[in-house]
């Protein structure tokens, strides 16, 4: 047991840092959101600098263009990112989830086709899971794929889908067979999102912005060569995306919550210093977040030592998620009345859109029922609810 | 960063958990509690014979050489199992002072020699206890409230007011010397006394402005230790309500089955890993005397103890009726959380201190 950096790690964290401070360009820093076509173009600038610096895809294997390092630089490069209050790659979702998805499952042609462009953030990814009547039941999919001589045929309609709007390939979660088993029949695709047929429509959300979208696929042609496993095999490819959705992702949620944290802590000293309730509620959140920090840790050197992500990650993801609400929430109460107003830049409507954005937390990526029933039958081994 | 325990310190907790199970089973407890002196006294040497009452002590002085993180292991074990004895008292309260009696460590790590300290800090008069010298000895007069293990210990590690200061003595218990008087405590299993010095005989074990030091790398073991405890004692929590709700049946299913009985423990079972993250820690840092010990242990001990509470009171709710029985062993469990909760203040005060090292003012 040792929570200092080791010397190739502090190096790497120097590095980083001074690098951060250096590039950081400064309509990204206090980064809210990829939302309007200026920011667009700063944040495929900013990509393509973390690639060309080395940081894009650092666990990914060196023979496919990543770093080929240990999990813990990642869980470093997140830290120093949240530290700096810079963005992340813009392509999380190929990054994260169809990036090692593809390397998982995919064909050599398939691998040398889409993964260095990942890296480079010159094609961006969004995930087709989500439908309007399948939420937290992931199996129950009803887009359909058919094959038809050489190619898939589409049809259907995707929700909840971060960056479709921008996205040029989207992996795909479809029924291809009606079986017994709903686990079985389900067909795994990349699609191209400028084909035929593929309509996004942003969704408003309650900030007023628009995170997600809707993708109607409506007899969209996908050709024979991007099906990914096996036909009637998609479950288990999807579930090698969601548990890479786990991996290091308690840092990222970590390293959110240490800005935030920062933010209440900055907003307290100056509004509310000596009201006891709010000092006891801050520093309730300063521990919260400690300790979600550490068990990042512990998750860490279990995934290090297993290269399988435990729990912890369900733990992870339900406790920064009702951390974030409540500390956004505790921050409205410090500014009072003024955080009613949603212009300006400052404080007030800062807070009021994180605070309303924190909505979203314990609803998307699983929501926090689901969590606990994972936790539940999968950990402590209770019987299904179901 | 490796935030791991290595295979040895696996393997200790392995032996630990193997070795407390055996000798005592959830059936015991009762027994212990009602015994007269609330401790099963056999057990010391078995524990010293493990290692574990010197594990942090020298090799060169009889003990296992080891760290806080190695001791730490064993107090969540120990809080596991609801061990009764004076191990928090001597190792986590006086050994940071018996540090300055190396005559004393040797017979501490042999199992010899048990202890606790007498800290005037939670009398409700504020009164300190004081010490006048008297040719080579120390002489202590007043009294000491709400001392942990008080009449099951050799001697009494004591905060008292000489003429420079507070300095740190021992004043070692012989013919019913100082009085304990044990007070009738929730927790059966780790008793409250009060101690009464009238003119004691003591010996100096450090004098101001050493002792303050001495003092404060204390509370912070103890507050580490308890959290550790705490742990324990939430995961034991845990598995017994999970235990219960796999097997008993309701409307012909398990009560595990129902989401407002499962949601619960899955609650518990994240609170208590975070509590665990916080108290691994706080361990950490006290065996490597990081700077950031001070904050770590207050973290811990306020967000562990409070898990402990709610995890027994989740535990109890999720057994229904049997839960609330005496002959159930919950409560004893909930007794002892209830205890780390209020020793050495509550999480809210804790929580303040923190709040005053983060926001200043």
């Known amino acids: 047991m040792d929570l200092r950096d080791g010397p190739e790690e502090a190096a790497f964290r120097r590095t980083l840092r001074a690098w951060l401070e250096a590039k950081v360009p400064a309509g990204l820093r206090g980064f809210r959101g990829w939302s309007g076509p200026a920011a667009l173009a700063l944040g495929r600038d900013w990509s393509k600098r973390l690639a060309e610096a080395g940081y894009a895809g650092l666990t990914w294997p060196k023979e496919y263009g990543g770093a080929g390092r240990p999990w813990r630089y990642q869980a470093l490069y997140l830290e120093e990112l949240a530290r700096a209050e810079a963005p992340q790659h813009l392509g999380v979702i190929g990054l994260g989830m169809a990036g090692p998805t593809i390397i998982a499952h995919g064909r050599p042609d398939q691998k040398a086709r889409y993964l260095a462009k990942i890296l480079s953030a010159e094609e961006i990814w969004c995930q087709g899971f989500s439908e309007p009547g399948s939420g937290s039941d992931l199996a129950s999919v009803r887009t359909r794929v058919e094959l038809v001589g050489d190619h898939f045929v589409v049809n259907g309609q995707k929700v909840w889908s971060s960056y479709a709007h921008i996205a040029d390939r989207c992996i795909l979660l479809g029924r291809s067979a009606t079986t017994d088993e709903k686990h079985e029949g389900l067909t795994y695709l990349i699609v191209d999102m400028k084909s035929p047929g593929v309509e996004v429509r942003p969704l408003r959300q309650i900030t007023g912005e628009a995170e997600f979208n809707e993708i109607f696929f409506t007899d969209v042609e996908v050709p024979k060569a991007n099906l990914l496993g096996e036909v009637g095999g998609g479950w288990r490819v999807a579930m090698t995306t969601l548990s890479h959705e786990r991996g290091t992702f308690g840092f990222a949620l970590a390293g959110a919550l240490d800005v935030a944290v920062r933010k209440l802590v900055a907003l307290a000293r100056e509004r509310a210093g000596a009201d006891a309730l709010v000092r006891d509620r801050v520093a309730r959140e300063w521990i919260d977040l400690q300790a979600l920090r550490y068990t990042n840790y512990r998750a860490l050197a279990r995934l290090e030592r297993t290269g399988v992500p435990g729990p912890e990650g369900s733990v992870a993801k339900l406790r920064w998620s009702e951390a974030n609400q409540r500390l956004t929430k505790l921050a409205i109460e410090i500014i009072g009345r003024e955080a009613q107003v949603a212009d300006g830049d400052g404080a007030p409507a800062y807070w009021r859109h994180q605070q309303l954005r924190s909505r979203g937390n314990t609803i998307e990526a699983g929501t926090s029922e689901i969590l606990r029933n994972i936790i539940a039958e999968r950990v402590l081994g209770l019987p299904r609810s179901r | ?361």
């Open chain 2, 1 to 361: 960063m490796d935030f791991s325990f290595s295979p040895e310190q696996d393997q200790l907790r392995t032996q630990a958990r193997s070795f407390l199970e055996k000798r005592y089973p959830l059936a015991r407890l009762a027994e212990i509690a009602t015994s007269a002196d609330g401790w099963d006294r056999a057990s010391w040497p078995e524990l010293a014979r493990l290692g574990w009452t010197g594990a942090s002590i020298s090799e060169a002085q009889g003990g296992a050489g080891l760290s806080f993180v190695e001791e730490g292991i064993v107090f969540e074990e120990l809080g596991r199992a609801l061990y009764a004895g004076p191990y928090f008292s001597t190792v986590a309260l006086a050994l940071p002072a018996l540090g300055c009696a190396p005559d004393l460590l040797a017979k501490v790590a042999s199992g010899a020699f048990t202890a606790t300290f007498a800290s005037p800090a939670a009398n409700a008069s504020g009164a300190a206890v004081d010490g006048r010298r008297d040719g080579d000895r120390w002489l202590l007069r007043g009294e000491a409230d709400l001392v942990p293990d008080a009449g099951l210990v050799e001697a009494f590690v004591v905060p008292a007011r000489g003429p420079d200061g507070i300095g740190l003595y021992l004043a070692e218990r012989r013919d019913a010397r100082p009085l304990v008087r044990v007070l009738d405590t929730v927790d059966a299993t780790r008793r409250l006394a009060r101690v009464t010095f009238e003119d004691d005989d003591a010996r100096l074990l450090a004098a101001p402005p050493a002792a303050a030091k001495i003092i404060a790398a204390t509370r912070r073991r103890a507050l580490a230790a308890l959290a550790l405890e705490a742990v324990g004692v939430a995961s034991r929590a845990l598995a017994l309500g999970v235990e219960h709700a796999k097997s008993r049946e309701q409307f012909g299913r398990p009560i595990g089955a129902y989401q407002a009985v499962s949601h619960k423990l899955a609650d518990t079972y994240v609170e208590t890993e975070l509590a665990r993250s916080l108290a691994y820690w706080a361990a950490w840092c006290i065996a490597e005397d990081d700077g950031e010990a001070e904050l770590a242990a207050s973290a811990a001990k306020a967000y562990a103890a409070e898990a402990a509470v709610a995890a027994c009171e989740r535990a109890i709710q999720v057994h229904g009726g049997m839960g609330f029985t005496w002959d159930h062993p919950l409560h004893r469990y909930y007794k002892r959380a209830l205890w780390i909760e209020s020793f050495d203040r509550s999480g809210a005060a804790h929580r303040a201190d923190i709040a005053q090292a983060i926001l200043g003012g």
